[in-house]
């Protein structure tokens, strides 16, 4: 589905991005906070990714650097805090998708169940149809033979 194309989709994209922001800045809020979250889940992932964007625009600009500077542990706890703050709201949004595609396979999964409800219902008066039709057509057989088997009567003239 392009989001782009459907109006309302890119309204509820906004607003689910919109709702998860203030989420977001409250886990950067604690992120800054506490010592432990900022040492093993904020440094982390900030120097990975420090080192892999340096050690990237080294290698398009040219340069073989063979060891990047981390950054200071101020800069990395922003960093961090900025990347787990995306990371929940892609996260949440993520969870947004998967809940809508799990809702709309379940209103189709119900409508091809009507759907085939439909035409079980359809098949049976079919086969209810052919079988009257057979009996009715069974029925008109043996009256004519009886109007067959049967002498004709002369017919009277009255006057």
């Not at 990975?48 to 340096?54: A, D, G």
């Not at 398009?60 to 990395?76: C, D, H, V």
């Not at 703050?85 to 998708?97: K, Q």
């Not at 008066?125 to 009715?136: F, I, P, S």
Request: a positive charge; one cysteine or more; glycine letters at 6%.
């Amino acid at each position: 589905m392009v989001v782009g194309a459907f109006p309302i989709a890119k309204l509820l994209y906004l607003g689910v991005r919109q709702m998860s922001k203030p989420v977001a800045n409250r886990i950067k809020a604690g992120a800054r906070r506490s010592e432990f979250f900022k040492n093993y889940v904020c440094l982390p992932p900030a120097q990975l990714y420090h080192w892999i964007e340096m050690r990237t625009k080294m290698r398009i600009m040219g340069f073989r650097a063979s060891t990047i500077k981390p950054l200071n542990e101020e800069a990395a706890a922003e960093l961090g805090a900025e990347l787990v703050g995306e990371a929940i709201i892609f996260v949440i949004g993520g969870g947004c998708m998967v809940l809508e595609y799990s809702r709309q396979a379940m209103n189709s999964r119900r409508k091809e169940d009507e759907l085939n409800e439909t035409i079980t219902s359809l098949q049976t008066q079919l086969g209810e149809l052919a079988l009257t039709t057979e009996t009715l057509d069974a029925q008109l057989r043996e009256m004519n033979r009886l109007m067959l088997s049967f002498p004709a009567a002369p017919a009277t003239v009255s006057k």
